[in-house]
C-alpha cells in the first residue's frame, strides 16, 4: 500500500514559513492523488491543498495566496508563508487512489506533522 511519511513541522512565529515535505513510496496508480489535510485540537479536519488530474491545483480558501503546493518526483511539498496563528494544525499528507473521486475511506494518511504559529 502507499506509505506516507511527512516532515517539516515546528514551531513559528506570526508571519514565518514553513515547508513540509512528503515522502510517498508503495503502490501508486495513475489515479492516485495527493494532497495535504489538516485537523486542529477538536475540530473537523479540513483539505489544505490538492493536487488533481485535472491541472488544477485547489487550496483552501484561508491558505490562497499564502501556501503552495508541489510535487517533484515522489516528493510532496506544501509550502507555507506568511502563516498565522489558526494555521496551527496537524498537518497530515494524503494520498487517494480514487483521486478525490470515490469514498474517503480509500485515503491513505500519514502520521502527521505538527505546525504551530505562536502570535
Known amino acids: 500500500q502507499v506509505h506516507l511519511v511527512e516532515s517539516g513541522g515546528g514551531s513559528v512565529q506570526a508571519g514565518g514559513s514553513l515547508r513540509l515535505s512528503c515522502a510517498i513510496s508503495?503502490?501508486?496508480?495513475?489515479?492516485?492523488?495527493v494532497g495535504w489535510f489538516r485537523r486542529a485540537p477538536g475540530e473537523e479536519r479540513e483539505a489544505v491543498a490538492s493536487?488533481?488530474?485535472?491541472?488544477r491545483n485547489r487550496y483552501l480558501d484561508s491558505v490562497k495566496g499564502r501556501f503552495s503546493i508541489s510535487k517533484e518526483n515522489d516528493i510532496l511539498y506544501l509550502q507555507m508563508n506568511n502563516l498565522k496563528p489558526e494555521d496551527t494544525a496537524m498537518y497530515y499528507c494524503?494520498?487517494?487512489?480514487?483521486?478525490?473521486?470515490?469514498?474517503?475511506?480509500?485515503?491513505?494518511w500519514g502520521r502527521g506533522t505538527q505546525v504551530t504559529v505562536t502570535s
Open positions: 508503495g503502490a501508486i496508480s495513475s489515479r492516485t492523488c
Open positions: 493536487l488533481n488530474t485535472d491541472g
Open positions: 494524503v494520498a487517494d487512489q480514487g483521486c478525490w473521486e470515490g469514498p474517503p475511506a480509500l485515503f491513505r
